[in-house]
């Protein structure tokens, strides 16, 4: 070997690039049926898990190889037109690579240089990306319908600008907390205890008149925003009119889960008599619709001795 040639084979080896050099092996109808390894760098082998493969055919060391590489390569040694492009290799531990072909040597010996890299975890990084982005999206359509639908109800039904003003404040006030609380967590969402703590404690009084029990889990991002804002429609009406507008009411709110069902229940007591609203409000449709953002069924009941609401779910929320 020359001097120059051992400068390139060292240059060669130690780029992190996997290299090898195939030669093509064709049916009769010129069909890529199988490549022999005529050399490869060290990144080679790093890159793809395969040591001691040089002087091999590829038949013999990852026979069920996905038909496509051997049709791009074909391709590459049959016209001589270079190939780029990204594919998954299941035999290979289903990893993902960024590659090159280009015909090298004499046509008629098929022979094609392959560079490479794997490319598996920034492929499953860009995915990732691409689904928060999705999420991000659907979040902002939801966002936008709710604030269209929480501002124009509310202007429609309030008696005075002033009384409109305090209402959607707080109801955007109570969106921006769920945001704010779901913002690091859009994936996997957030445990119900911060959601519904986040919810109450504008409202809680200093004598915790709003009694909470229930055990840990995980909310979705859709079911945590969706609990957050019904909680603060509940607590902001038990301070108008319900258990919260006297000196000794309270609430029960209790949860339970298990593998197949969430049970989430908002009970008043000790406030004055309940008299049901003659009409439904934005805030009372939004309490009961709820349960379609848990997959599930809710209930609000305007009980004389104390409004109840009541949620039953699936465990598993759905993927939309």
């Known amino acids: ?39 490869g760098n060290s990144a080679y082998e790093r890159h793809t898990g395969l040591y001691g493969t040089v002087g091999r055919w590829v038949s013999d060391f990852a026979p069920d190889l996905e038909r496509a590489w051997f049709d791009t390569y074909g391709r590459v040694a049959l016209t001589g037109t270079p190939a780029r492009f990204e594919l998954q290799a299941a035999p290979l531990g289903n990893r ?74 707080g109801r955007l006030l109570a969106f921006a907390r769920a945001q704010d609380l779901l913002g690091d967590e859009i994936l996997n969402g957030a445990d119900i205890l911060p959601v519904v703590l986040s919810s109450i404690s504008p409202h ?14 995980a909310l979705s991002a859709r079911r945590a925003l969706a609990l957050s804002l019904a909680l603060h429609e509940l607590a902001t009406n038990s301070i108008k009119y319900g258990a919260l507008s006297n000196e000794v009411g309270q609430v029960n709110l209790n949860w339970s889960f298990d593998d197949n069902r969430i049970d989430i ?7 004055p008599l309940v008299v049901p609203p003659s009409s439904q409000g934005f805030g009372s449709r939004l309490i009961e619709i709820v349960g379609a953002n848990f997959d ?10 104390g409004v109840i609401f009541s949620l039953s779910a699936p465990a598993r929320p759905s993927t939309s």
Request: aromatic content about 10%.
């Open 265 to 271: 229940f908002w009970r008043e007591i000790g406030g």
């Open 204 to 217: 809680q009084t200093h004598d915790r008149r709003i009694k909470i029990s229930g055990e840990a889990f």
């Open 1 to 39: 070997m020359s001097r120059l040639e051992n400068r390139y084979r060292t240059l060669i080896d130690n780029v992190d690039v996997g290299i090898c050099i195939a030669k093509m092996k064709f049916d009769d109808n010129l069909r890529a049926v199988d490549y022999f390894i005529l050399d």
């Open 296 to 305: 599930g069924t809710s209930h609000l009941e305007f009980a004389p001795d």
């Open 96 to 169: 993902w690579f960024e590659v090159e072909a280009h015909r090298v040597g004499n046509p008629v010996d098929f022979e094609v240089a392959i560079l490479f890299t794997d490319i598996t975890d920034k492929r499953a990084e860009r995915e990732s990306q691409q689904t928060i982005n999705r999420e991000l999206a659907h979040r902002m359509k939801n966002f936008v319908s709710i604030v269209q639908s929480m501002i124009s109800q509310t202007l429609r039904r309030s008696i005075s600008t002033q009384e409109a003003e305090k209402a959607i404040d």
